[in-house]
T-cell receptor, first 110, second 113 residues
Framework: KQEVTQIPAALSVPEGENLVLNCSFTDSAIYNLQWFRQDPGKGLTSLLLIQSSQREQTSGRLNASLDKSSGRSTLYIAASQPGDSATYLCAGEGYQKVTFGTGTKLQVIP | NAGVTQTPKFRILKIGQSMTLQCAQDMNHNYMYWYRQDPGMGLKLIYYSVGAGITDKGEVPNGYNVSRSTTEDFPLRLELAAPSQTSVYFC????????????FGPGTRLTVL
Protein backbone atom coordinates (compact mmCIF):
# COMPACT_ATOMS: atom_id res chain seq x y z
CA LYS A 1 0.00 0.00 0.00
CA GLN A 2 1.37 3.38 -1.02
CA GLU A 3 2.04 5.86 1.77
CA VAL A 4 3.01 9.46 1.08
CA THR A 5 4.59 11.55 3.82
CA GLN A 6 5.32 15.26 3.91
CA ILE A 7 7.62 16.69 6.54
CA PRO A 8 7.46 19.21 8.09
CA ALA A 9 3.74 19.72 8.55
CA ALA A 10 4.30 23.47 8.84
CA LEU A 11 7.08 25.84 7.88
CA SER A 12 7.60 29.56 8.44
CA VAL A 13 10.27 31.49 6.56
CA PRO A 14 11.15 35.16 5.97
CA GLU A 15 10.41 36.66 2.59
CA GLY A 16 13.14 36.18 0.01
CA GLU A 17 14.41 32.90 1.39
CA ASN A 18 14.86 29.85 -0.84
CA LEU A 19 13.16 26.77 0.58
CA VAL A 20 12.63 23.07 -0.04
CA LEU A 21 9.51 21.05 0.69
CA ASN A 22 9.87 17.29 1.03
CA CYS A 23 7.67 14.42 -0.08
CA SER A 24 8.49 10.75 0.42
CA PHE A 25 6.62 7.71 -0.86
CA THR A 26 6.92 4.00 -0.09
CA ASP A 27 6.04 2.42 -3.45
CA SER A 28 8.32 3.42 -6.32
CA ALA A 29 5.89 1.98 -8.91
CA ILE A 30 4.31 5.36 -9.62
CA TYR A 31 3.31 6.81 -12.97
CA ASN A 32 3.89 10.37 -11.85
CA LEU A 33 4.29 12.67 -8.89
CA GLN A 34 2.24 15.85 -8.77
CA TRP A 35 2.62 18.92 -6.58
CA PHE A 36 -0.41 21.03 -5.67
CA ARG A 37 -1.05 24.28 -3.89
CA GLN A 38 -4.13 24.72 -1.69
CA ASP A 39 -5.23 28.08 -0.34
CA PRO A 40 -7.52 28.17 2.73
CA GLY A 41 -11.07 27.18 1.84
CA LYS A 42 -10.15 26.56 -1.79
CA GLY A 43 -9.56 23.65 -4.09
CA LEU A 44 -6.20 22.31 -5.22
CA THR A 45 -4.21 23.99 -7.96
CA SER A 46 -1.72 21.89 -9.88
CA LEU A 47 1.81 23.30 -9.81
CA LEU A 48 4.04 20.69 -11.40
CA LEU A 49 3.71 17.11 -12.60
CA ILE A 50 6.77 14.89 -12.98
CA GLN A 51 6.43 11.74 -15.05
CA SER A 52 8.12 8.62 -13.69
CA SER A 53 10.70 8.80 -16.50
CA GLN A 54 11.64 12.39 -15.63
CA ARG A 55 13.95 13.73 -12.97
CA GLU A 56 12.62 17.25 -12.61
CA GLN A 57 10.22 19.91 -13.81
CA THR A 58 10.45 23.68 -13.60
CA SER A 59 7.88 26.45 -13.69
CA GLY A 60 8.99 29.98 -12.88
CA ARG A 61 10.40 30.05 -9.34
CA LEU A 62 9.35 26.44 -8.73
CA ASN A 63 11.43 23.36 -9.37
CA ALA A 64 10.30 19.84 -8.52
CA SER A 65 12.55 16.80 -8.55
CA LEU A 66 11.80 13.10 -8.42
CA ASP A 67 14.05 10.25 -7.28
CA LYS A 68 12.09 7.03 -7.56
CA SER A 69 14.92 4.86 -6.26
CA SER A 70 14.94 6.67 -2.92
CA GLY A 71 11.19 7.34 -2.88
CA ARG A 72 11.57 11.09 -2.64
CA SER A 73 10.43 14.24 -4.33
CA THR A 74 11.28 17.82 -3.45
CA LEU A 75 9.67 21.13 -4.35
CA TYR A 76 12.13 24.00 -4.43
CA ILE A 77 10.75 27.53 -4.17
CA ALA A 78 13.19 30.31 -4.99
CA ALA A 79 13.00 33.81 -3.55
CA SER A 80 9.85 33.12 -1.55
CA GLN A 81 7.10 35.76 -1.41
CA PRO A 82 4.17 36.30 0.98
CA GLY A 83 1.86 35.23 -1.85
CA ASP A 84 3.46 31.78 -1.70
CA SER A 85 1.83 31.21 1.69
CA ALA A 86 -0.43 28.17 1.29
CA THR A 87 -0.52 24.44 1.92
CA TYR A 88 1.50 22.38 -0.54
CA LEU A 89 0.49 18.79 -1.21
CA CYS A 90 2.21 16.08 -3.20
CA ALA A 91 0.44 13.10 -4.72
CA GLY A 92 1.78 9.93 -6.30
CA GLU A 93 -0.28 8.20 -8.98
CA GLY A 94 -0.06 4.43 -9.31
CA TYR A 95 -2.33 1.87 -10.92
CA GLN A 96 -5.91 3.15 -10.55
CA LYS A 97 -5.00 5.11 -7.47
CA VAL A 98 -3.66 8.51 -6.46
CA THR A 99 -2.23 8.82 -2.95
CA PHE A 100 -1.92 12.24 -1.36
CA GLY A 101 0.35 13.43 1.39
CA THR A 102 -1.09 15.46 4.26
CA GLY A 103 0.65 18.62 3.10
CA THR A 104 3.11 21.23 4.34
CA LYS A 105 1.60 24.52 5.45
CA LEU A 106 3.96 27.30 4.38
CA GLN A 107 3.95 30.80 5.79
CA VAL A 108 6.19 33.42 4.21
CA ILE A 109 6.66 36.38 6.54
CA PRO A 110 7.08 39.84 4.95
CA ASN B 1 -13.52 27.21 -19.91
CA ALA B 2 -15.09 27.08 -16.45
CA GLY B 3 -12.95 24.04 -15.63
CA VAL B 4 -14.38 21.87 -12.85
CA THR B 5 -17.44 23.27 -11.07
CA GLN B 6 -19.10 21.98 -7.92
CA THR B 7 -22.40 22.78 -6.24
CA PRO B 8 -23.32 23.54 -3.54
CA LYS B 9 -20.38 25.25 -1.83
CA PHE B 10 -21.74 24.57 1.66
CA ARG B 11 -24.42 22.31 3.05
CA ILE B 12 -25.65 21.22 6.46
CA LEU B 13 -27.50 17.93 6.69
CA LYS B 14 -29.27 16.16 9.51
CA ILE B 15 -28.39 12.56 10.27
CA GLY B 16 -30.27 10.24 7.93
CA GLN B 17 -30.91 12.81 5.21
CA SER B 18 -29.74 12.31 1.64
CA MET B 19 -28.26 14.67 -0.90
CA THR B 20 -26.40 14.84 -4.19
CA LEU B 21 -23.21 16.78 -4.70
CA GLN B 22 -22.94 18.01 -8.26
CA CYS B 23 -19.75 18.09 -10.33
CA ALA B 24 -19.30 19.14 -13.92
CA GLN B 25 -16.32 19.74 -16.19
CA ASP B 26 -16.17 21.35 -19.62
CA MET B 27 -12.70 20.17 -20.67
CA ASN B 28 -13.90 16.94 -22.29
CA HIS B 29 -11.89 14.92 -19.78
CA ASN B 30 -12.46 11.19 -19.67
CA TYR B 31 -11.45 10.65 -16.05
CA MET B 32 -13.31 12.11 -13.10
CA TYR B 33 -12.77 11.62 -9.38
CA TRP B 34 -14.40 12.30 -6.04
CA TYR B 35 -12.22 12.88 -2.98
CA ARG B 36 -12.89 13.80 0.62
CA GLN B 37 -10.50 15.83 2.71
CA ASP B 38 -10.62 15.65 6.50
CA PRO B 39 -8.61 18.00 8.77
CA GLY B 40 -4.98 16.88 9.09
CA MET B 41 -5.52 14.04 6.62
CA GLY B 42 -4.63 13.67 3.00
CA LEU B 43 -7.31 13.44 0.34
CA LYS B 44 -9.01 10.06 0.15
CA LEU B 45 -10.47 8.77 -3.12
CA ILE B 46 -14.17 7.88 -2.85
CA TYR B 47 -15.09 6.92 -6.43
CA TYR B 48 -13.72 7.48 -9.87
CA SER B 49 -14.85 7.13 -13.47
CA VAL B 50 -12.83 6.46 -16.61
CA GLY B 51 -15.62 7.47 -18.96
CA ALA B 52 -19.37 7.79 -19.38
CA GLY B 53 -21.14 4.73 -18.02
CA ILE B 54 -18.08 3.44 -16.14
CA THR B 55 -17.47 3.95 -12.43
CA ASP B 56 -15.37 2.21 -9.81
CA LYS B 57 -14.77 2.34 -6.08
CA GLY B 58 -11.88 4.15 -4.53
CA GLU B 59 -10.44 3.86 -1.06
CA VAL B 60 -13.48 4.98 0.99
CA PRO B 61 -16.70 4.28 -1.00
CA ASN B 62 -19.02 3.18 1.82
CA GLY B 63 -22.05 5.42 2.22
CA TYR B 64 -21.72 6.96 -1.25
CA ASN B 65 -22.89 6.27 -4.77
CA VAL B 66 -22.02 7.79 -8.13
CA SER B 67 -23.21 7.77 -11.71
CA ARG B 68 -21.68 8.96 -14.95
CA SER B 69 -24.31 9.30 -17.65
CA THR B 70 -22.40 11.95 -19.60
CA THR B 71 -18.75 12.90 -20.04
CA GLU B 72 -19.38 16.24 -18.34
CA ASP B 73 -21.20 15.28 -15.14
CA PHE B 74 -20.24 13.10 -12.20
CA PRO B 75 -22.66 13.50 -9.27
CA LEU B 76 -21.96 12.00 -5.85
CA ARG B 77 -24.92 10.73 -3.86
CA LEU B 78 -24.96 10.47 -0.07
CA GLU B 79 -27.63 8.19 1.32
CA LEU B 80 -28.49 8.24 5.04
CA ALA B 81 -25.95 10.90 6.00
CA ALA B 82 -23.83 10.21 9.09
CA PRO B 83 -21.60 12.54 11.18
CA SER B 84 -18.57 10.62 9.85
CA GLN B 85 -19.35 12.07 6.42
CA THR B 86 -18.69 15.61 7.63
CA SER B 87 -15.84 16.66 5.35
CA VAL B 88 -14.82 18.76 2.39
CA TYR B 89 -15.55 17.03 -0.90
CA PHE B 90 -13.52 17.68 -4.02
CA CYS B 91 -14.24 16.65 -7.56
CA UNK B 92 -11.38 16.41 -10.05
CA UNK B 93 -10.87 15.48 -13.68
CA UNK B 94 -8.04 14.54 -15.99
CA UNK B 95 -7.64 13.63 -19.64
CA UNK B 96 -6.53 10.13 -18.73
CA UNK B 97 -4.68 8.30 -16.04
CA UNK B 98 -0.97 8.12 -15.59
CA UNK B 99 0.43 11.00 -17.55
CA UNK B 100 -1.91 13.90 -17.07
CA UNK B 101 -2.44 16.37 -14.29
CA UNK B 102 -5.64 16.45 -12.31
CA UNK B 103 -7.78 19.59 -12.22
CA PHE B 104 -9.81 20.22 -9.08
CA GLY B 105 -13.09 21.93 -8.35
CA PRO B 106 -13.46 24.44 -5.47
CA GLY B 107 -14.97 21.89 -3.10
CA THR B 108 -18.19 21.38 -1.14
CA ARG B 109 -18.06 21.74 2.63
CA LEU B 110 -20.57 19.32 4.16
CA THR B 111 -21.56 19.16 7.81
CA VAL B 112 -23.78 16.38 9.15
CA LEU B 113 -25.40 17.09 12.50
Amino acid sequence: KQEVTQIPAALSVPEGENLVLNCSFTDSAIYNLQWFRQDPGKGLTSLLLIQSSQREQTSGRLNASLDKSSGRSTLYIAASQPGDSATYLCAGEGYQKVTFGTGTKLQVIP
Amino acid sequence: NAGVTQTPKFRILKIGQSMTLQCAQDMNHNYMYWYRQDPGMGLKLIYYSVGAGITDKGEVPNGYNVSRSTTEDFPLRLELAAPSQTSVYFCASSVASGHNEQFFGPGTRLTVL
